[in-house]
């Protein structure tokens, strides 16, 4: 069955950076354009990033651009989110999500706080 398993997730300050993986399985994942997503504590699901099947065309919120770059390794089946200058408003749980959007199949979520 389809797997989306995230990493990467935890405590740091304003400005700092972090690194989120997802290890995808049970699918072909060079197929499927892939995306971030994220939900912020009494929030909606947020759509954050983009990438198309062979690691081109990433698209961004307008939240994160210029801070955040999605990448893939097909060979690995991983999907990243390198995350820099992180804010306070970047606080949620992020999700490796299948599919175009924030609605498709994804994991469990890592968690991401932004705090001094």
């Known amino acids: 069955q389809v797997q989306l398993v995230e990493s990467g997730g935890g405590l740091v300050q304003p400005g700092g950076g972090l690194r989120l993986s997802c290890v995808a399985s049970?699918?072909?994942?060079?197929?499927?354009?892939m995306s971030w997503a994220r939900q912020a504590p009494g929030k909606d699901l947020e759509w954050v990033s983009g990438i198309n099947n062979i690691g081109r065309n990433p698209y961004y919120a307008d939240s994160v651009k210029g801070r955040f770059t999605v990448s893939r390794d097909n060979a690995d089946n991983k999907l990243y989110l390198q995350m820099t200058d992180l804010k306070s408003e970047d606080t949620a749980v992020y999700y490796c999500?299948?599919?175009?959007?924030?609605?498709?199949?994804r994991g469990q979520g890592t968690p991401v706080t932004v705090s001094s």
């Open positions: 999500v299948r599919g175009m959007g924030a609605t498709g199949t």
């Open positions: 049970g699918f072909d994942f060079s197929l499927y354009y």
